[in-house]
């Protein structure tokens, strides 16, 4: 190894131990950062060292949840893993979580990397670790002040695409009608996957739908079934455009006690598999990382048995007890994301209270008009209150209102929100807590620091 990557090394892991020493957080971007300015080259070094490569997940909702189940279902399996859990998915991040495992010979002591990507990142990102595997989840928009539209990304992710190794694989989600488009030239090493149960289709195109024409002519596109924003089983009206055969296909989803089944077929294969995770677009990714486990080689069996036993990240339909109730929280970024929270609370069995905490901070995005395409009606029919929190509070508030729904209480803040409101609800109950990505971290280190749940980083 050169003098730098040495450099880098030693700079980095004593950065991780310091951050995490002093209390300045988990060490999930700092240390890749310093060791990057020191050897630029040291992503390609490090995730090039990796016996059986590297997995890349890249999408604009679901990333964390995929790469958890994918990492917990290989682990379950016996690979050793490298993956940051944490989140931190920008190059920095990457480089931080490989510093953890890197030797001074420049060794990886894991068998295989599992890494969810920024969307802007991506190009970079897979020049540089040339990855095994590429998961493409879906586009939706999302921090309108960083991303733009999603003519932007779609253009972004052509760049990552031309970057690829002949041998890379695909993993592709065929109900994205842009990524479908997006990957037709790798059709001979594209896994596709994507629901067929008709049973929880939407009764139409949302209209907070991100995408509806054909990407090939620009004709308006006709679905035979939606099931997420404009995710579904689509045909273009003017060209011979529509959506893939599936590798995978999800044939029946529902919830038993509490446990999402997802009933799917591949390759003429039954597959039967089960998540602690629930909700539609839980069974994405429950399909996306079955997809992408299959596509690796695990046996249906294994994979199976390994998908059962992962448990929510943070933030992801995490549950946490605090004062005696068990608050539910819920990671809200996107009119998409919200939407599929909404309809996750309205469907349950019981109708508990809500708080919505929003924060404009620079990684929640600072343009928070996206809060006036949320399908909030819904909430009407919820016979519990709702209640805001966070930086914005008084703008959705503003937001219920119109919807006809009127806020049962409007907090200050994010933590002390929290505790207010937990105050109101009975000993014993619970409630769903939906928060953007600033105010899901602040939660998340006043309940670490509570004892209450771990920091997101050890997770």
């Known amino acids: 190894?050169?003098?730098?990557?040495?450099?880098?090394?030693?700079?980095?892991?004593?950065?991780?131990?310091?951050?995490?020493?002093?209390?300045?957080?988990?060490?999930?971007?700092?240390?890749g950062l310093l060791a990057l300015r020191i050897a630029p080259d040291f992503l390609?070094?490090?995730?090039?060292?990796?016996?059986?490569?590297?997995?890349?997940?890249?999408?604009?909702?679901?990333?964390?949840?995929?790469?958890r189940l994918l990492a917990g279902t290989l682990e379950s399996a016996g690979l050793t893993i490298v993956h940051n859990r944490s989140g931190s998915n920008l190059p920095r991040g990457i480089a931080a979580t490989l510093l953890e495992t890197i030797d001074w010979s420049g060794m990886v002591h894991r068998d295989?990397?599992?890494f969810e990507v920024d969307e802007f990142a991506?190009?970079?990102?897979?020049?540089?670790?040339?990855?095994?595997?590429?998961?493409?989840?879906?586009?939706?928009?999302?921090?309108?002040?960083?991303?733009?539209?999603?003519?932007?990304?779609?253009?972004?992710?052509?760049?990552?695409l031309d970057s690829l190794p002949l041998e890379t694989l695909l993993v592709v989600d065929a109900d994205d009608p842009i990524l479908?488009?997006?990957?037709?030239?790798?059709?001979?090493?594209?896994?596709?996957?994507?629901?067929?149960?008709?049973?929880?289709?939407?009764?139409?195109?949302?209209?907070?739908?991100?995408?509806?024409?054909c990407p090939r002519c620009g004709a308006p596109l006709a679905y035979e079934q939606v099931f997420l924003g404009h995710l579904g089983a689509y045909r273009c009206t003017a060209c011979p455009f529509a959506r893939p055969p599936l590798t995978v296909?999800?044939?029946?989803?529902?919830?038993?006690?509490?446990?999402?089944?997802?009933?799917?077929?591949?390759?003429?294969?039954?597959?039967?598999?089960?998540?602690?995770?629930?909700?539609?677009?839980?069974?994405?990714?429950?399909?996306?990382?079955?997809?992408?486990?299959l596509a690796l080689g695990l046996a249906p069996e294994q994979l199976a048995a390994g998908l059962a036993g992962v448990t929510a990240a943070f933030g992801r339909q995490e549950r946490v007890e605090l004062a005696g109730r068990t608050v539910t929280l819920l990671l809200v970024k996107n009119p998409t994301g919200f939407n599929e929270a909404i309809r996750l609370i309205a469907g349950a069995a019981q109708p508990q209270p809500v708080l919505i905490l929003i924060n404009d901070l620079?990684?929640?995005?600072?343009?928070?008009?996206?809060?006036?395409?949320?399908?909030?009606?819904?909430?009407?029919?919820?016979?519990?209150?709702?209640?805001?929190?966070?930086?914005?509070?008084?703008?959705?508030?503003?937001?219920?209102?119109?919807?006809?729904?009127?806020?049962?209480?409007?907090?200050?803040?994010?933590?002390?929100?929290?505790d207010r409101w937990v105050e109101t609800?009975?000993?014993?109950?619970?409630?769903?807590?939906?928060?953007?990505?600033?105010?899901l971290l602040e939660l998340r280190r006043e309940l670490a620091r509570r004892g209450l749940a771990r920091e997101f980083w050890r997770q």
Request: with cysteine; charged share 20%; aromatic share 6%.
């Open 1 to 31: 190894m050169n003098v730098s990557t040495l450099l880098a090394i030693a700079a980095g892991r004593l950065t991780v131990q310091a951050t995490r020493r002093l209390r300045l957080g988990g060490g999930t971007a700092l240390p």
């Open 44 to 67: 390609t070094t490090a995730g090039r060292a990796l016996p059986q490569g590297a997995v890349l997940i890249a999408g604009t909702n679901g990333k964390t949840t995929t790469a």
């Open 112 to 114: 295989l990397g599992i």
């Open 122 to 160: 991506l190009p970079e990102i897979a020049q540089a670790l040339r990855p095994r595997l590429l998961v493409l989840l879906n586009l939706f928009r999302d921090q309108l002040d960083r991303y733009g539209e999603l003519e932007t990304i779609v253009r972004v992710w052509e760049r990552a």
């Open 180 to 213: 479908a488009a997006l990957t037709e030239r790798f059709a001979d090493r594209r896994w596709t996957f994507g629901l067929a149960d008709p049973r929880i289709a939407l009764p139409a195109l949302p209209h907070a739908a991100d995408w509806r024409s």
């Open 249 to 293: 296909a999800g044939r029946c989803v529902r919830t038993e006690h509490g446990l999402l089944a997802v009933e799917a077929v591949s390759d003429e294969r039954e597959l039967v598999l089960q998540s602690q995770l629930t909700g539609v677009y839980n069974a994405y990714n429950v399909l996306a990382a079955a997809t992408a486990s």
């Open 362 to 418: 620079d990684a929640d995005g600072r343009d928070v008009s996206w809060l006036w395409d949320v399908d909030l009606e819904p909430l009407q029919a919820l016979s519990a209150p709702v209640s805001t929190g966070g930086i914005r509070s008084a703008e959705m508030a503003l937001r219920l209102a119109y919807a006809g729904i009127a806020p049962a209480h409007q907090f200050a803040g994010v933590a002390t929100a929290l």
């Open 425 to 439: 609800l009975p000993p014993g109950s619970g409630g769903w807590v939906l928060a953007t990505y600033t105010a």
